[in-house]
């Protein structure tokens, strides 16, 4: 898995010097992501729909802080009440299995909304710089457009987790993503996140997603109605929500 990723990596880097023939376009001559996007169950289904086990880290290029960090992780923490309404980080939650949906806030703005969560990630397309130093959940994330392929780059991200059984990133995480448009009707996003606090190298993976009829907004559910329980502690099960 992460030597296919790799591989595609590859492939989208040398592509962005050549024009892709198969996308839809919108009014300024970019492809068209906008719309409702559906997760392809095909990659990771386990791990992203239901989560890892305690301790499965393999396929990841860990270094040694966050094997050790992985491994002594307590899921319980999940179920702390400063901790039960809190949202997936950046480096996350594309990977989540909720539907998404993309429109332009402004000319500069690419928004993409997430069901359930209800998070709204923004990518400013004209270079602009963090307001501050503040780091948050989604991070600063700026995009540009080269041969219809856009590179999205992320920063200030609050440490979170790559899997949610533990598998950490740190605050200087950088995250650079790839989202290639196929035929208009498939979407498929290739990540590089580079963190050498906890990883050896690289990590890359892809995600992919199917274009859904513009009737699902009827059904999108854009909410996020946490309410923090009390916990008295013990086991929360497998599938580390």
């Not at 950088?174 to 498939?186: A, G, I, P, Q």
């Amino acid at each position: 898995m992460i030597k296919t990723a790799k591989t595609i990596y590859l492939l989208v880097t040398f592509l962005t010097g050549f024009g892709l023939s198969t996308a839809s376009f919108g009014q300024d001559g970019t492809p068209d992501f906008t719309g409702y996007w559906m997760w392809l169950p095909h990659e990771e289904f386990r791990m992203r729909l239901w989560g890892p086990e305690p301790g499965e880290i393999g396929g990841l290029p860990l270094n040694e802080k966050a094997i050790n960090a992985a491994m002594t992780f307590d899921p319980n923490d999940y179920y702390k009440p400063e901790n039960q309404c809190r949202n997936h980080g950046a480096a996350y939650v594309m990977r989540a299995p909720f539907a998404r949906q993309f429109l332009y806030e402004d000319t500069d703005t690419l928004l993409i909304r997430i069901e359930l969560e209800a998070q709204e990630r923004k990518i400013y397309l004209d270079g602009r710089l963090p307001s501050s130093e503040e780091h948050t959940g989604l991070g600063h994330s700026v995009g540009n457009w080269k041969n219809e392929i856009l590179t999205v780059t992320t920063t200030h991200m609050t440490p979170y987790y790559h899997r949610r059984n533990g598998v950490p990133y740190s605050e200087n995480a950088v995250m650079t993503e790839h989202f290639l448009l196929h035929d208009s009707n498939y979407l498929t996003i290739v990540t590089k996140v580079d963190d050498p606090e906890y990883l050896s190298e690289p990590l890359v993976r892809s995600i992919s997603f199917k274009k859904l009829p513009d009737t699902y907004a009827d059904q999108f559910n854009f909410e996020y109605d946490c309410e923090i329980i009390e916990w008295e502690g013990g086991a929360p099960g497998r599938g580390l929500q």
